[in-house]
C-alpha cells in the first residue's frame, strides 16, 4: 500500500512540476498523504512505535556524546595553561557537544534528524563566553553546511536562532547561579528554533511539526537541563579547590587568613577561572579606619587583637568560595567569583555595618571599629587581575582620604 502511494505521489510531482530537490526530499524522507484516503492521512499524523524506539535512541547516543564532551570541559578547567588557551580547549569541546550527535546519529525513517547538539549552543556564551560562542556555532554551522540535504538551509537557521537565544540567556543569569528551573527554560526556548522548518514547503513543515513537536521540545528541556546542570556544578567547584587545599605555612600570623604570597599566587587563578566560565568577578580591599591610634593607644598587642576580630568579622560575612587573604598592614582583599558589581556594592556595606555592629572590646573598654572600602569590578577579558587590584587601591585611598568609614568603587 505504502509502494503504491508514494508511487502515485512522485508521478503527481512530476505531473505538478515540482522543483527535483523537493520531490526528492518529499519522495525519500517524508511520509505522503493522499488527499483522497482520509486514513492514511490520519495515520502519518502519528508516529510509529518503532519510530518513537529510533528517536529515543538517537536521543540517548547524543546525550551520552554530550556528557562526554562535558566531562572533556572539567578536565580542560584543570589544565595548567593560559586563559585563551582554556577558552579555546573547551570551545574545541562544546563544538564536539553540537556536531558530534548529528555526525554519529542514524536519521529516522522520516528523515528528521534528533538533534540535541544547539542545546550546546545554547549554554555556550553563559558557560564559556564569547569565543566558545563564536566557535561553537561556527562549528554548528559549518556542520550542518556538511551534512548538506534538502533542511539544510532550515538546520544553519535553527543554529542561528539558538546563538540568539544564547546570547540573550546569558545576560539574564549574568552574575548568578543558573538554576535548574532557569536551565529548563532555556531548553524550552531552544524549541523555538523548530520555526526554522517553515523554510521548508509548507506540506512538509506543517508534518515535521505534527510527528516531532512535542518530541523535540522535550528533549531540549531535558538535554538542557542534564548539560548544564553539570557544566554548573563543575563552574561552582572549579577556581574554589585550590583555596581549601592552602597548606600550613600559607596564613598570616596576625590576622589567621591567608597571606600575601598565596594571594598573589591563587588571586589571578580564581580570576582566570571566572573568565574562563564566562562569570563576573569583583575585588574588594578593606582598611582599618584609625589603626595606628588604636595601636599608639593600646600597644601592638592590642593592634593584633583589632585586626584578629576585623578578620573574624569580615570572614563571617562572606561565602567560602571567596577568597580572604591579609594584604599588608591593616589590609584585608577579597577577591569574590560570580560577584557583580552590584551584589560587591551591598556584600562591602554589610561588612561595614557588621564591624561597625559588632562589639570589640580591649582591657574592659569598648572600642569602636569602622572600615573603609575600595571595591572594583573589573570587565569581563578586559583587564588583567593587577590592573583590577590596582582600580580596587585607587577606590580604597580615596575612601580612606575623605574621612574613611566610606565604601568608594572604582571609575
Keep these: 500500500m505504502r509502494s503504491m ?27 505522503v498523504i493522499s488527499g483522497n484516503d482520509e486514513t492514511v492521512g490520519q495515520a502519518s499524523a502519528e508516529i510509529d512505535p518503532m519510530e518513537m524506539v529510533s528517536l529515543a535512541s538517537e536521543f540517548l547516543q ?3 556524546i554530550a556528557v562526554i564532551a562535558v566531562l572533556l570541559c572539567e578536565r580542560a578547567a584543570r589544565l595548567t595553561m593560559t586563559s585563551l588557551q582554556r577558552n579555546l580547549l573547551v570551545s574545541v569541546m562544546f563544538s564536539i557537544g553540537t556536531i558530534g550527535p548529528d555526525l554519529l546519529a542514524a536519521p529516522s525513517s522520516s528523515g528528521f534528524s534528533f538533534d540535541i547538539g544547539n542545546v550546546f549552543v545554547v549554554l555556550a556564551m553563559t558557560y564559556g ?11 554548528a554551522v559549518l556542520g550542518r553546511l556538511w551534512l548538506g540535504g534538502a533542511a539544510v538551509a532550515s538546520s544553519v537557521l535553527a543554529v542561528l536562532i539558538c546563538s540568539a537565544i544564547g546570547l540573550a540567556f546569558a545576560q539574564m543569569v549574568k552574575g548568578r547561579r543558573v538554576s535548574i528551573p532557569a536551565l529548563a527554560g532555556v531548553g524550552l526556548l531552544a524549541s523555538v528554533s523548530l520555526i526554522s522548518v517553515f523554510l521548508l514547503p509548507r506540506e512538509i513543515a506543517m508534518e515535521t511539526l505534527g510527528e516531532v513537536a ?5 528533549a531540549n528541556v531535558v538535554a538542557a ?6 557544566l554548573e556544578l563543575q563552574r561552582s567547584h572549579f577556581g574554589t579547590p585550590r583555596l581549601k587545599e592552602a597548606p600550613l605555612g600559607t596564613t598570616d600570623t596576625a590576622t589567621g587568613l591567608l597571606n600575601r604570597r598565596v594571594f598573589d599566587k591563587l588571586g589571578p587563578e580564581l580570576a582566570a577561572a571566572m573568565n574562563w566560565a564566562g562569570q563576573p568577578y569583583s575585588m574588594a580591599l578593606i582598611d582599618i579606619d584609625e589603626f595606628d591610634q588604636v595601636v599608639e593607644a593600646h600597644g601592638h598587642a592590642a593592634g593584633e587583637q583589632t585586626l584578629r576580630h576585623v578578620a573574624s568579622v569580615v570572614q563571617s560575612a562572606v561565602r567560602q568560595t571567596d577568597m580572604v587573604a591579609s594584604f599588608g598592614g591593616q589590609a584585608i582583599a577579597l577577591v569574590l567569583p560570580a560577584y557583580d558589581a552590584e551584589r560587591a556594592f551591598g556584600l562591602a556595606e554589610r561588612i561595614q555595618s557588621a564591624v561597625a555592629d559588632t562589639p570589640f572590646h580591649l582591657d574592659g573598654i569598648e572600642i569602636p571599629l569602622t572600615v573603609s572600602v575600595g571595591l572594583h569590578t573589573p570587565l ?7 590592573i583590577a587590584l590596582g582600580q580596587a587601591d585607587t577606590a580604597l585611598n580615596r575612601a580612606k582620604s575623605t574621612g574613611g568609614n566610606r565604601l568608594e568603587v572604582a571609575v
Excluded: H, N, Q, Y
Design 5 to 31: 502511494l508514494v508511487s502515485e505521489a512522485v508521478s503527481e510531482e512530476a505531473a505538478i512540476g515540482f522543483p527535483p530537490e523537493v520531490s526528492e526530499f518529499r519522495r525519500l524522507d517524508w511520509p
Design 62 to 64: 547524543g546525550l551520552g
Design 129 to 139: 563566553g564569547w569565543i566558545t560562542l563564536t566557535v561553537t556555532t561556527a562549528v
Design 214 to 218: 512535542s518530541i523535540a521540545i522535550v
Design 225 to 230: 537541563v542534564v548539560i548544564g546542570r553539570i
Design 380 to 386: 569581563p577579558r578586559k583587564e588583567s587581575f593587577w
